[in-house]
């Protein structure tokens, strides 16, 4: 099992960047492909970017592509999304998740089963 704690979000002005973290506990990080999903009010849980247990391969939604970058850090068990040019509709909770299956780079939300507890995102105009 492992247990996520995310961080990082709060409020922005349009164009401005944040950096998420999600520091998970456990030794076998390395065994695990990350992901981070949103979540707006009266909205589902989309995704957003996906990243392979070795970091060397990625998958973003497409409204994120070239202004956010997911990474992951195997040495301190912490993946990370990076940010940039944030945007209004990109207001959301932020969610970390975790999967075992690590032959595909899982971009559904039915094939995590291991979540934080979210951090707040909030991009004023």
């Known amino acids: 099992q492992v247990q996520l704690v995310e961080s990082g979000g709060g409020l922005v002005q349009a164009g401005n960047s944040l950096r998420l973290s999600c520091a998970a506990s456990?030794?076998?990080?390395?065994?695990?492909?990350m992901a981070w999903f949103r979540q707006a009010p009266g909205k589902e849980r989309e995704f957003v970017a996906a990243?392979?247990?070795?970091?060397?391969?990625?998958n973003y939604i497409d409204s994120v592509k070239g202004r956010f970058t997911i990474s992951r850090d195997n040495a301190k068990n912490t993946v990370y999304l990076q940010m940039n040019s944030l945007k209004p509709e990109d207001t959301a909770v932020y969610y970390c998740?975790?999967?075992?299956?690590?032959?595909?780079?899982?971009?559904?939300?039915?094939?995590?089963?291991?979540w934080g507890q979210g951090t707040q995102v909030t991009v004023s105009s």
């Open positions: 998740a975790a999967t075992e299956i690590i032959s595909t780079v899982v971009i559904v939300r039915s094939g995590y089963n291991y």
């Open positions: 990243i392979s247990w070795s970091g060397g391969r990625t």
């Open positions: 456990g030794r076998t990080f390395r065994s695990y492909t």
